[in-house]
């Protein structure tokens, strides 16, 4: 059987997989370029030894120069023995272990000189023949060193297998196997061919186990995405994690298009796309500039990451300056100009944060926590600006407020116009931490939303509003109802209206006792859930109150449509007392809200002076500091009695 035939197959199948690589966009980043090379490193071995091969095995194979022989047999042992490197290689780069070497010179010094020592035995080996050489007939045969290159080979691709299992909880267990696979595929085929020098398995073997490869492990639907060509989510989450497990010090540069959902809803499909591949194909451009060997990563919704070494300290303010000044000029794209809003922060992992769900968190609001000023921020600048790290520290102080019960419920009452009398308050929380005293509720509100501990948040407020309502005290205040605030994210949980009927039988309060808040941003998700909750807490009796108006895009549509009593005209109407034109839209709000049968609440008044403007106004109710600020129970308590008297 002509054994050469195993060679030319394996060259097929190995151009197939180059193609492939390059096709399918696998040649950003590190792990794909030595996969790459390992590929075309072997396309080259077997197709030499197919040329070697197919000299020696010609029926007369003297009519070859002898050159020509001991060059294609040199190339072909140099270079096969050459991939046992790269396989170690690899694995390095898989697990991103390099700076796990202490002696990284030592270990390049190593493959350096062996493999110099190598050349230069192939070099003079036609004149020692103790490498290979070519008998009295022209056959080609061993000579009394080559058993060397198994030397070097077993080496390295023991070297290879120790520190692939050394690092066995990198990977899952189908690609920890198939990267084994490729090391004990190699060493079967090396034993038979050994023992059976003619059949030509080695080359079969390697491309089989790199079809292998590319199917379990090499998997650019995993890593790549389809839009930007960059890498995506998944792999930026697995590489991070695997620096903060690793030890290794990165630096990501956080780059988020903050008006992504601006430009989104102006662009087409199309449009959004291929504009983020713009600015992906600038990124890229100015990584290859710089020669700086970034990994590129495009997560979702604008936002990209650049990672390199924290100790490129110049790079990294090379690149992101650069980035920052290209994106700020903004954009032209099909005939417009587009202006990029991009934050572009340089944040070092571990030193500015701790773990990989902290560096999510922070990359996701970065636009939250500070203006945008055009300039590069830098994560360390702005963790000492804010209170409360850059991460999850808020998390911890809420879930060791729920435990401990630090969470109070004040009350603002609310003062109706016409009875003038108070008729009924806002339940406001409050959180109290040990280390951070008071913390403003806008703050831990939005964070609990986001970790959901807002639906134990919501189930507290309801008990302590319900406890205080069903207490003697407060029937003798003669208030109608208190004033409940609910989030979105309550809004959209399926059980909420179970919950709070729940707690009312608990306590036998009756629905009417309770007016439930939502705001514009809640009306705006119109969502099923959300729709059901309102539609089925009214039917119950409860009726609600749409908070912050005027704050929002109002639609007056949606407004409408809500089963609404009372409107709360936000505190940002009052703030601008002088402008003219304010009173105009004002006075017009009123009127139109009124003949829609609504009650009107103007919220944050102050003085005396509006008070009194309001009253002429016709809004029913006022509730601000003029009256009082929020204020614990018993206080409440205390004051509405007094204002009895
Ligand atoms: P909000 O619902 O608009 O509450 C009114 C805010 O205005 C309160 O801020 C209140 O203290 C403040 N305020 C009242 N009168 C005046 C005034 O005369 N001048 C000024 N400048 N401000 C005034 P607070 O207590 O800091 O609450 C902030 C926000 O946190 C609330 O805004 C509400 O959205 C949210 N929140 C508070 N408690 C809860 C709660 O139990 N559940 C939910 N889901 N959200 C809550
Ligand atoms: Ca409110
Ligand atoms: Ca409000």
């Keep these: 059987m002509e054994s050469v035939y195993f060679d030319i197959c394996a060259s097929i199948i190995l151009a197939a997989l180059m193609f492939s690589a390059v096709s399918r966009k696998m040649t950003n980043g590190m792990v794909n370029q030595i996969f790459m090379f390992i590929i075309a490193i072997n396309f080259i071995t077997s197709s030499v030894d197919v040329w070697a091969v197919a000299m020696d095995r010609s029926p007369d194979p003297c009519v070859y120069s ?71 007939n022209g056959i080609y045969t061993r000579g009394v060193m080559f058993p060397l290159f198994y030397l070097y080979a077993f080496f390295f691709m023991l070297s290879g297998v120790i520190w692939l299992i050394k690092f066995k909880r990198l990977f899952n267990a189908e690609r920890f196997y198939a990267l084994l696979m490729m090391f004990l595929l190699a060493a079967v085929t090396v034993i038979i061919q050994w023992f059976n020098p003619d059949l030509l398995l080695e080359m079969l ?40 497990a690793n030890d290794k010090h990165v630096t990501s540069i956080i780059t988020n ?19 983020l591949k713009t600015i992906a194909d600038i990124i890229t451009a100015i990584n290859r500039d710089l020669k700086a060997h970034a990994e590129l990563y495009y997560l979702d919704r ?122 009924s308050a806002e339940a406001l929380l409050r959180l109290k931490d040990e280390k951070y005293g008071f913390i403003p509720p806008d703050l831990f509100i939005v964070a609990a939303e986001r970790s959901g501990a807002i639906h134990k948040i919501g189930d507290f407020v309801m008990e302590e ?29 399926p059980d909420l209206a179970d919950k709070i009927l729940g ?35 009214y039917s119950e009796g409860f009726s609600f109150s749409l908070d912050d108006y005027g704050t929002g895009y109002s639609n007056i549509n949606r407004v409408a449509s809500l089963p609404l009593k009372i409107v709360k005209l936000d505190k940002s109407f009052v703030a601008s007392e002088d402008n003219q034109r304010m009173w105009i839209v004002l006075r017009n709000t009123v009127k139109m809200l009124k003949a829609m049968d609504m009650h009107i609440v103007v919220e944050g008044v102050e003085t005396k002076q509006l008070v009194e403007k309001f009253a002429d106004m016709e809004c029913d109710y006022i509730q601000g500091y003029y009256f009082s600020r929020p204020i614990p129970e018993e206080d409440f308590v205390k004051f509405v009695a007094n204002s009895l008297s």
């Design 66 to 136: 002898m050159a020509s022989r001991y060059i294609s047999h040199s190339l072909y042992l140099f270079l096969h023995n050459f991939t046992s490197v790269v396989y170690f290689a690899y694995i390095i780069c898989i697990t991103d272990t390099w700076h796990r070497f202490k002696r990284k010179r030592l270990l390049t010094g190593i493959v350096a000189g062996a493999y110099g020592l190598l050349i230069v035995l192939l070099a003079v080996n036609p004149f020692t023949r103790i490498m290979f050489y070519f008998d009295e």
């Design 205 to 244: 073997g390697a491309a089989i186990s790199l079809l292998y490869i590319t199917v379990m492990v090499q998997r650019p639907e995993d890593r790549v995405d389809s839009v930007t060509g960059l890498l995506k989510y998944e792999a930026y989450a697995a590489d991070m994690k695997k620096n903060f």
């Design 257 to 275: 298009i903050s008006n992504f959902n601006a430009l989104n809803s102006m662009l087409n499909y199309d449009g959004i796309n291929s504009l």
């Design 302 to 423: 604008g936002r990209f990451r650049v990672v390199l070494n924290t100790d490129q300290a110049e790079l990294i303010y090379l690149i992101s300056e650069k980035i920052n000044f290209v994106l700020r000029k903004g954009i032209s794209f099909n005939g417009m100009e587009l202006n990029l809003i991009a934050y572009v922060c340089i944040t070092r992992c571990p030193e500015d944060v701790p773990d990989f769900k902290t560096l999510m968190l922070f990359g996701n609001d970065i636009h939250n926590r500070t203006p945008y000023t055009g300039q590069v921020l830098r994560a360390s600048e702005i963790a000492q600006k804010s209170p409360f790290g850059l991460g999850n520290e808020l998390d911890e102080i809420i879930d060791r407020a729920i435990t401990d019960r630090s969470f109070m419920v004040y009350y603002q009452p609310i003062y109706s116009t016409a009875e003038k009398r108070f008729v």
């Design 465 to 493: 509003v319900c406890r205080f309502i069903a207490g003697e005290e407060f029937k003798k205040l003669g208030l109608e109802y208190i004033e409940v605030n609910l989030s979105v994210a309550q809004c959209m949980s």
């Design 503 to 537: 707690i009312m039988e608990k306590y036998g309060v009756s629905p009417d006792k309770i007016n439930l808040e939502i705001t514009e941003t809640a009306a705006d998700y119109a969502q099923n859930i959300m729709t059901e909750n309102i539609d089925r807490l």
